[in-house]
């Protein structure tokens, strides 16, 4: 680059930064100009005009993109794309004129060729695709449905003449045809419905390809590119204001077509996987524009005595062979046209298919959507025979053995789609729908096996929450979901048929011999679901269904979280949590807090000398969870304050899962901010959890493992708050957490003074350069009656300090006191311990060895040596 030639120190760059030019000499000024003349016309879609020799030369070029030499082909088609670059208006020529009408002559040559030009064919494919990728797809749209459509054409007609049953033409490799696949995913993924165009020339094109689909010998491939096209042409257009303007015959062919592959027997599953999600498209513009030509046209494909959900579910089951435990992942249905049905289907994030994800699969999101659609479509015909399909369709599917897992999956499709379109019906109508299909329901759940759980949470968050709003019918009124909300809750609290008005959540093991523990269990995932669902405030659900759904089941919780089987009370936990999360302002959840600190009371007195096994132990365990959720969810964090003593007795209980527990509730707890409590009144409760409690045995593994988290987290809370702690009455709460931790250093058991000491590291760190040296002096003067391990400990926690800050100033200070303390022989084991970490966390690399030689005198790394001691298997 020139400009790096030219000096800094120039006079005249000094004077204006563009008069620099005026050094350099007249050569180098002309090169620089004539750069960036290139420059601007590379990037500018503008230069020369497309016509004459150029014309020709654009026209030889792209018949080489078609050359049986792979390398010659690549060749051109980089030419051919720097040639469009400069030459304004001449990819839509180059495209009708000359591009197409090479490929029209490859289409022609698949009758006339024999084995030995078989290569030719094949290259000429392979071309047409890498070239119409990389320079014509991207702008098939722009210039309407129809003009995109024509594009298609010659692509689908491509796959047809290499495909075609019956006849006799050339074999070429799966590999051309498969390129010519993928052409039409990008094709489908550069939709755009911003200029849809003349709508009767899209009719045509869309004609003339469902001609080709009626001919004999048509192949199945070809059949869904034809169905994945042509729908997706049709699609911009009856989702735009030309939907009025549709051919009703071209419509009818279409959704015929769509129809036919969904409910056939022997349909290809790539078939049927494009039906439903353009079915599912069609049916909600039809709602969208009642009396629309599509309406009208799917009125009369769809007929109220015609039962199709029978011959859909068998579909629908037959696609998620392959999706069943293998998320994101392969399918069965792992054909090279595939690429194409996920293009169709919208997994290529196409606007108008923005379905919301679900657990494991695309395809559970659009089955569900296509029955909800169903049914809010035969609904607005007044079916009145659609809650009657629904019970026969759900029968069958219940009645199949547990090893067709497919058909269970399509269970809790159907049944999800159904109550979700049902939510805005009638309160009598909800009932008779609820009526016919819950006991088929209820047993399913019964015996639903751990690995469909998921489904049944799929089905409640798509009942409460829905799919996307873009093709959701237009209403200007939101008419309310309460009834649907508080049935849905009725029916996973297993209250649905009992009489209940409202949904009451049994306790566990009680109940008409179907509330087992593992039930249970599972009513509560699933009910975690509608209350995560719930948080959302919406105008169609009121707060008095939400609150009658927590008072349903905020009893059963309570009891739940005390509850012998782990899985009851880890999920009551949750829910419970999940319940304060709900930010209801109601006299509910303020008694449910006051409960929680009345059982963190009760309980913390008594987990102390409990057994293991004991139910203490498990109330105990229980709330530990409640603890644990809410404050990672950033609530209970007053209530988990307040009830620090239960989790620090937890932490030294006899049960090991329980320590476990409790140690990360409290770090959870150090580790969430206090704003509402002021600094001192927090340090000052910090440092009471610190204290040994009365009639204590000073040597006993329970005041140890206490007093170790105890330290832990007044650390962790006294470093969250630093800044806070610091402000107030000259850091008066700073210092009683410091000076807290100091005292704890000169405990009798070894773990807490190691625990204090990593607990004080961090705080000393934060302290200024003379407060470290005088922390350092103060550890180093030791009286008759001090403690030397309170000595050890303290300037190993500052010289643990210091190895973190990167060798301070007062790292110095600290290794004389270290050595004037290490030569008393009770500590000398200890400081050579704490010295020999010092040296080898600095050792680990030699830039930061060779900074700490540089920042330390002689003399200190003389003491730091003496110190470090030998190493010895018997000291």
Known sequence: NVRNHVSSESFTQKVHFMSAWRDLSRIWYNWEVLTLVNRRLYHRPTGFKYEGIRRKLAELICSYTLNANSLVSCVATECLQAFLKVHYGAKRALLQDCFLPLQEQTIQG?????????????????????TAARMFISGAWRRGAAAALRLATVIVRSVHAYTEEGKTKVDVRPAAISMQFELIHKWIAAQAAANPGDVS???????????????????????????????????????TDKADKLDVGILGQ?????????????????????????????????????GSP?????????????AILAQVAKSMSGLHQGHMGADAGAVAQADTVQCVVHAATGRVEVPHLAWVPCPSGHAWTIHATFIHTYVTF???????????????????????????????VVFTEVLGGALRAARRWPEAQQKELWSAVGPIAAEELRSAEEDSVRNWQFLVYLVVRGISRRLRPKSKDQPSEDSAVLLLASFLAGALGKGESQPVLAPAGVGDGEASSHLHATRLRLLHVLLASLQKKTTSISNNVRLAVLQGIVPALKQGISHPYKQVHEESAKALVLALLSGLDSDLLRNLRTWLREQACQLAPAIRDAPKDSSVSTACEGLVYVYIHGLLGRRLRSVALESADLLLAAASADDHELRALASLALGCLGQSPHRSVPALSLGQTMVACCRSLEG???????????????????????????????????????????????????????????????ALAPLLSLESTEACKKQARSFATLGPEDSVDK???????????????????????????????????????????????????????????????????????DLLKAGQGTMSYYS
């Open 110 to 130: 698949a009758s006339l060729m024999d084995a030995e030009k078989a290569h030719l064919a094949e290259a000429a494919l392979q071309g047409f695709a890498r």
């Open 201 to 239: 020339e899209a009719c045509d094109v869309a004609s003339s390809l469902f001609a080709l689909m009626k001919q004999p010998g048509v192949h199945w491939r070809t059949k869904v590119c034809i169905l994945a096209t042509a729908g997706s042409a049709l699609r911009v257009l009856h989702l």
């Open 254 to 290: 279409w959704l015929g077509e769509l129809l036919s592959g969904l409910t056939s027997s022997t349909a290809q599953p790539q078939l049927a996987s494009v039906a439903v999600a353009e079915l599912t498209t069609a049916m909600r513009s039809a709602l969208r524009n009642p």
């Open 294 to 306: 599509v309406d009208k046209v799917l009125q009369e494909l769809l007929p109220q005595d015609k």
């Open 378 to 408: 035969c609904a607005r015909r007044s079916h009145a025979g659609i809650i009657q399909e629904l019970k026969t369709v759900l029968g069958a599917l219940q009645s199949q053995p547990k090893s067709e897992a497919e058909d269970h």
């Open 696 to 758: 204590e045995d000073v040597n006993s593994a329970s005041r140890s493992r206490r007093l170790e988290a105890a330290s832990a987290l007044l650390g962790a809370t006294a470093l969250r708050h630093d800044f806070v702690m610091r402000m107030p009455d000259g850091g008066k709460a700073s210092r009683l957490c410091r000076d807290a931790l100091v005292n704890l250093l000169a405990d009798k058991r070894v773990e807490v003074r190691i625990a204090s000491q990593t």
């Open 791 to 861: 000595a050890v400990h303290g300037l190993g926690a500052l010289l643990r300090a210091a190895g973190n800050l990167g060798v301070p100033p007062w790292l110095g200070a600290v290794i004389e006191a270290l050595s004037k303390v290490g030569r008393r022989s009770e500590a000398k084991k200890e400081v050579e311990r704490t010295v020999q970490a010092f040296m080898k966390q600095q050792q680990q690399s030699r830039d930061l060895w060779k900074r700490c030689q540089s920042r330390l005198t002689e003399s200190q790394m």
